[in-house]
């Protein structure tokens, strides 16, 4: 029982590092991105789902006007003296992120199926590299 105890403690600590940026303002918002493109990616070639799949990247879209708004809790440990070139850069990343999701929207929008497929993989590939530079590790 000691171990067992002593176990779950150790997990514990462990995976409150990794929730932290999900407890914040922006890690909140970013969920909400992330769900909402995760569904439409399910669903991206169906054309019956177009107005489904347009409304959620609408709150996708609003999530991340928020989030651009939002500093990313990384910010607090970055030198004083890069902190301004830390939070251009943070921005200039969301406000690229915000036109490859219009750029699926309007993929969406106009049937354009394999259009759409690649601001998705587009989308992917910027939301990785943004969390390697702006989002603590895991």
């Known amino acids: 029982m000691k171990y067992l105890l002593a176990t779950v403690f150790a997990v514990a600590a462990i995976a409150t590092p990794v929730f932290a940026e999900e407890d914040t303002p922006l890690g909140k918002e970013m969920d909400k991105v992330n769900k909402a493109v995760k569904s439409v990616n399910r669903a991206i070639a169906d054309p019956a789902q177009k107005d489904v799949?347009?409304?959620?990247?609408?709150?996708?879209?609003?999530?991340?006007?928020?989030?651009?708004?939002?500093?990313?809790?990384?910010?607090?440990?970055?030198?004083?003296?890069?902190?301004?070139?830390?939070?251009?850069?943070?921005k200039a990343a969301m406000q690229?992120?915000?036109?490859?999701?219009?750029?699926?929207?309007?993929a969406i929008a106009d049937g354009k199926a394999d259009e759409a497929t690649k601001a998705m993989e587009k989308?992917?590939?910027?939301?990785?590299?943004?969390?390697?530079?702006?989002?603590?590790e895991d």
């Open 53 to 90: 799949n347009l409304a959620k990247l609408a709150d996708a879209k609003a999530a991340m006007e928020k989030a651009l708004t939002l500093e990313p809790a990384m910010a607090k440990d970055v030198p004083a003296a890069d902190k301004e070139k830390f939070l251009a850069d943070y």
């Open 123 to 136: 989308l992917t590939k910027s939301k990785k590299e943004g969390h390697k530079k702006f989002k603590k």
């Open 96 to 106: 690229e992120s915000l036109k490859t999701l219009e750029e699926l929207r309007a």
